[in-house]
T-cell receptor
Framework: DQQVKQNSPSLSVQEGRISILNCDYT??????FLWYKKYPAEGPTFLIS?????DKNEDGRFTVFLNKSAKHLSLHIVPSQPGDSAVYFC??????????FGTGTSLTVIP | DVKVTQSSRYLVKRTGEKVFLECVQD?????MFWYRQDPGLGLRLIYF???????EKGDIPEGYSVSREKKERFSLILESASTNQTSMYLC????????????FGPGTRLTVL
């Protein structure tokens, strides 16, 4: 059973606008969350993380929001750039154990 | 810079063949992982290792085995390849479990005919 879900397989956004990627999880014991970015023919690369003691973490154009009560996290990219076009995976773990990955959202930023 | 390398980018094998996928990391990381990535299913953990000669099953270990004889090297073995093992295989490493970034290799696209 998929413990981490990304319900939107794809998203298209105009350059300069905000991209919002969503992720839902079912296991309330998860306490650490990450976003990875993956270009074709490359492995995923780490983007940003958040622990359950926070509800927001920001790194430049990237912000991750965590809503524990809703078991939901989102990644905001603003402003979006064509180089942001990639597949984005969210991942969650219960500290000390394995990560569970979502199915990915393919983001296309249109110039 | 952390570097995780995988022995092949593309591999084509026949049903029933024994297949070895090799992964090497150069950051002295304790933990190493093997995932497969399939459309609509994301990344699924096959096996991981938190120390030399130690291994743990992930979510989908059936049909696979692993070997970790040295800290920097983690091998995934398909004892008798089948067509449903056609996939992208990704190796990763991390220093800690759970609350630590995993660094991924570029992946091996395996096709089993």
């Amino acid at each position: 059973d998929q413990q981490v879900k990304q319900n939107s397989p794809s998203l298209s956004v105009q350059e300069g606008r905000i991209s919002i990627l969503n992720c839902d999880y079912t296991n309330s014991m998860f306490d650490y969350f990450l976003w990875y970015k993956k270009y074709p023919a490359e492995g995923p690369t780490f983007l940003i993380s958040i622990s359950s003691i926070k509800d927001k973490n920001e790194d430049g154009r990237f912000t991750v929001f965590l809503n524990k009560s809703a078991k939901h996290l989102s990644l905001h990219i603003v402003p979006s750039q064509p180089g942001d076009s990639a597949v984005y995976f969210c991942a969650a773990s219960n500290t000390g154990n394995q990560f569970y990955f979502g199915t990915g959202t393919s983001l296309t930023v249109i110039p | 810079d952390v570097k995780v390398t995988q022995s092949s980018r593309y591999l084509v094998k026949r049903t029933g063949e024994k297949v070895f996928l090799e992964c090497v990391q150069d950051m002295d990381h304790e933990n190493m992982f093997w995932y497969r990535q399939d459309p609509g299913l994301g990344l699924r953990l096959i096996y991981f290792s938190y120390d030399v000669k130690m291994k743990e099953k992930g979510d989908i270990p059936e049909g696979y085995s692993v070997s970790r004889e040295k800290k920097e090297r983690f091998s995934l073995i398909l004892e008798s390849a089948s067509t449903n093992q056609t996939s992208m295989y990704l190796c990763a490493s991390s220093q800690l479990t759970g609350m630590d970034t995993q660094y991924f290799g570029p992946g091996t696209r395996l096709t089993v005919l």
